[in-house]
């Protein structure tokens, strides 16, 4: 092992610690949609802002018949508009073809990669970014273990492994699959992708609690009535109806993206922002959400489906007429549900959590509804047009904050209505934003692992979500319908309306 | 560092006044905005006042141009003043306001407020600023083509000063400057403008192959205009230790860098240098048996705004700078 390299003294001041240290990127699953779409631009984006090294190589793998040329040409495509620094990364590209079963694959891998660092110059950092199903995440894990790829060749050098969600189908098959990356790779080693968490705004949930000495006395059982979380897409399933049939709304929607939402909004302030301290209170705050039995699946659990409907001024076609859909599907694509959490700040508050395809309007928010005033002085016919006070946090789109609050209608009477103080990140900042990809690929590749997934918060996310997998396997919970276009069904009002609350019109 | 955006702020509204008082200027600023309220204009939203000081038209032009520019990045209230100790006693002002849309369909308003002040007035120019500042908002006020006097008054309102070194090339004025630092945050443009060299060159010092080549390095080569070339000199004494009889700094159009380093009868060269007629600059390493490590990045459409986004950016103190500065007024050319 050599000696750890000095610091770099002309860095100093330039705030580099957020460009990408000397390696190489090995994309596994190198010829597909992920890579193609996401991964590419991202990486050129890196490369455009000055984030990547100038010791860079990519490397790219797939059962998919490729030559070095034809990834570079792939490269190329991906990115019509590229800046001059890409023609550079292009060029130091390379392409290995093979079985992810076949131990040859990764001996040339090895080789491969052995080869890009010496015409780089990279010292043995390296990444892999598993762009494939994840039916496949362990046998690839095995492949680069058993030419000692899953160790850095040096101290000073560092080996991460990069998987995509799902992270199993339920509890049993996520902690086998942890297991099974463990075998070869430490947990330090591997960073779990929920692109949700590379949204600028899903940070600035953390900025917003922990940036704001206003918010956070008011964040608690004391002064919120109950908190709405809704993950809406306006889109049906388009042409992923084959994997769709396979996971639902609960394990597309729920276990990560709405577990990690909810997380970041019940967490109690960690002692630094970074990966630790985030990480530790994420797992603490989902640890605290009870348990729902199989009765509280039967009450506080909405599972339906999208009928035929009309959807943004077009008539569009039930879920069970989707291409690649079973016509008698039992696969739900909405999910309402109430949970609650047992801890000091939040207990006795519950949260109501939605999501679903085909609804109105794609959103995401985040809704903390405050208790009404104790007593309220004005009279009934002054004040019908008022309500508790609310705190929205719009994650996308139109990202802001806004809050409800009750002030005098100008005039000679004394009535009080709900204004709405609407701050828009977009109407405050006109920068753009990194891209949840760009943003997390450079983390990985700088070895910060403060927004991806820690085994442990996989782990107690399908804690909640595997007795509602079980309770409907059983078919305790019948499937409802609702038209495309409408904010869900029925049973998913009479599930907030028998706590005498109503949904948000978002 | 980011690039600034094409997008033009519109004026929406505005008001002038000859011969004024100032209480006349800040009424005539909010009945401007209530009147925009009244066409439902979007709500502002703000992050600092921004004030430039320009006495000549060709300055203030070439400010006013720049700081409009800012609007999606750092949207502010402008004040640009434009002082005249030596003519009569007057104020003549013009208030305008402006709306910047986005391509999401967001809109940022924003208010610029010019301000001529001829007589003894000019030297008092906090006077003026204090009307206007936003309330608990940083306030970085922009010598523009210029270095303040310590003793300007002006200073006291500022929370961070920004200059141009350029302004101040010469060894005199880098330690009258490097003064004035050690009292004040002050943030230099120029520094601003350099980094793309500065990243680069660093950069190329992050393999490991390369890092070695710092302590060895035999001839520092610099390129430029007076004040941009001294700096980077400074900076690289500062940072590397390297002597400055080493440093060669020549007159040039554009910045380069150019280092080489021997060590076991070897030699190793470490270019950063600007593309002739495109907007580009390329680093590059070559070391004896090793790769040849080289990338370019292009250099942005309008320097002086996107200079001055990313030194609003950090408005704070920078150590580095000063020891760059601090070493600078001990080099020669």
Request: include cysteine; charge should be negative.
């Amino acid at each position: 092992m050599s000696d750890p390299l000095p610091e770099n003294p002309l860095a100093e001041g330039i705030e580099v610690d957020r460009r990408a240290p000397p390696g190489v990127l090995v994309v596994v699953g190198a010829s597909g949609d992920l890579t193609a779409r996401k991964l590419l631009p991202a990486i050129e984006q890196l490369s455009r802002r000055r984030l990547l090294p100038q010791a860079f190589g990519v490397i790219g793998v797939a059962r998919t018949e490729l030559t070095d040329d034809g990834f570079r040409q792939l490269m190329t495509d991906a990115v019509p508009d590229s800046g001059p620094g890409w023609s550079e990364v292009v060029k130091h590209s390379r392409y290995v073809t093979g079985e992810y079963g076949d131990p040859v694959t990764f001996s040339t891998l090895a080789e491969t990669i052995s080869a890009v660092e010496a015409d780089v110059g990279a010292a043995g950092n390296r990444t892999f970014y598993l762009a494939t199903i994840p039916a496949v995440f362990e046998v690839v894990a095995d492949g680069l273990g058993s030419v000692g790829l899953n160790r850095p060749p040096t101290d000073s050098t560092a080996v991460r492994l990069v998987i995509e969600k799902p992270f199993g189908r339920d509890l049993g098959s996520a902690r086998e699959l942890d297991a099974a990356l463990h075998r070869t790779f430490d947990e330090e080693q591997i960073y779990r992708i929920d692109h949700y968490l590379g949204k600028e705004t899903v940070q600035n949930v953390l900025a917003l609690r922990f940036a704001n000495a206003i918010f956070e006395p008011l964040w608690n059982r004391s002064y919120i009535d109950h908190v709405q979380i809704t993950v809406a897409e306006s889109l049906g399933v388009e042409k992923r109806g084959g994997f769709y049939e396979t996971a639902g709304a609960l394990r597309d929607i729920v276990q990560n993206h709405v577990m990690q939402v909810l997380s970041l909004t019940l967490m109690e302030p960690p002692g630094s922002i970074d990966a630790q301290g985030i990480r530790d209170e994420k797992v603490k705050a989902l640890r605290s959400v009870v348990i729902p039995s199989p009765d509280d699946v039967r009450n506080d659990v909405v599972r339906a489906q999208y009928d035929s409907g009309w959807s943004e001024g077009k008539a569009v076609p039930a879920y069970r007429e989707e291409p690649d859909v079973d016509p008698a599907s039992q696969t739900e694509t909405y999910v309402a549900m109430k949970l609650m959490c047992d801890n000091w700040r939040w207990a006795g508050v519950p949260i109501y959590i939605r999501t679903g395809k085909r609804l109105p309007k794609r959103l995401t928010e985040v809704a903390l509804q405050f208790h009404g005033v104790p007593h309220l002085a004005f009279g009934k016919a002054e004040s019908r047009d008022l309500r508790p006070n609310a705190l929205v946090l719009r994650i996308q789109p139109d990202e802001g904050v806004a809050l409800r609050f009750g002030a005098k209608v100008p005039g000679q009477a004394f009535n009080v209505r709900d204004v709405l103080m609407d701050m828009s990140y977009g109407s405050a900042f006109m920068e753009d934003a990194p891209e949840a990809y760009e943003r997390l690929l450079l983390d990985a590749m700088v070895g910060d692992p403060t927004l991806f997934i820690r085994s442990d918060e996989v782990d107690q996310a399908w804690r909640v979500v595997d007795p509602i997998l079980d309770a409907w396997q059983g078919r305790a919970v019948p499937l409802a319908g609702y038209a495309a276009g409408t904010w869900g069904p029925r049973q998913a009002d009479q599930l907030i309306e028998r706590d005498d609350r109503q949904w948000r019109t978002p | 560092m980011s690039d600034i955006g094409t997008a033009e702020p519109q004026s929406v509204d505005y008001w002038t006044g000859e011969g004024i008082r100032l209480s006349e200027v800040v009424d005539a600023l909010a009945d401007l905005r209530d009147q925009s309220t009244d066409h439902h204009s979007s709500a502002r939203t703000a992050v600092m006042t921004l004030v430039a000081v320009a006495p000549g038209d060709e300055q203030a032009y070439e400010a006013t141009g720049a700081l409009r520019s800012l609007a999606g990045h750092h949207p502010s209230r402008i004040v640009l003043l434009r002082p005249d100790p030596d003519s009569v006693a007057h104020l003549g002002a013009r208030a305008t306001l402006y709306a910047l849309d986005s391509d999401h369909h967001h809109r940022i308003n924003f208010e610029e407020v010019m301000l001529e002040i001829g007589g003894q007035a000019a030297r008092h120019l906090d006077s003026f600023v204090e009307a206007f500042t936003l309330s608990d908002l940083p306030v970085a006020v922009w010598y523009v083509n210029s270095i303040p006097e310590p003793s300007d008054p002006l200073l006291s309102v500022a929370t961070a000063i920004l200059i141009d070194s350029r302004d101040a090339p010469d060894p005199g004025q880098l330690r009258s400057v490097l003064q004035l630092a050690r009292r004040r945050t002050l943030v230099d443009l120029s520094w601003t403008r350099l980094r793309p060299w500065r990243e680069l060159l660093s950069a190329l010092f992050d393999p490991p192959a390369s890092r070695p080549w710092l302590d060895h390095l035999d001839t520092v080569e610099i390129t430029g205009k007076e004040g941009p070339r001294r700096l980077l000199g400074g900076w690289l004494s500062a940072q590397t230790g390297v002597s400055h009889r080493r440093i060669s700094l020549q007159d040039a159009r554009h910045v380069s860098i150019r280092l080489a380093g021997r060590r076991d009868g070897q030699t190793a060269t470490f270019t950063v240098e600007r593309v002739d007629g495109q907007r580009m600059i390329v680093a590059e390493a070559n070391l004896p048996d090793g790769p040849t490590l080289r990338s370019t990045n292009l250099l942005p459409d309008d320097p002086l705004a996107t200079s001055l986004a990313n030194a609003l950016t950090h408005l704070r103190p920078d150590p580095i700078w000063e020891r760059a500065l601090s070493a600078a007024t001990a080099l020669v050319d």
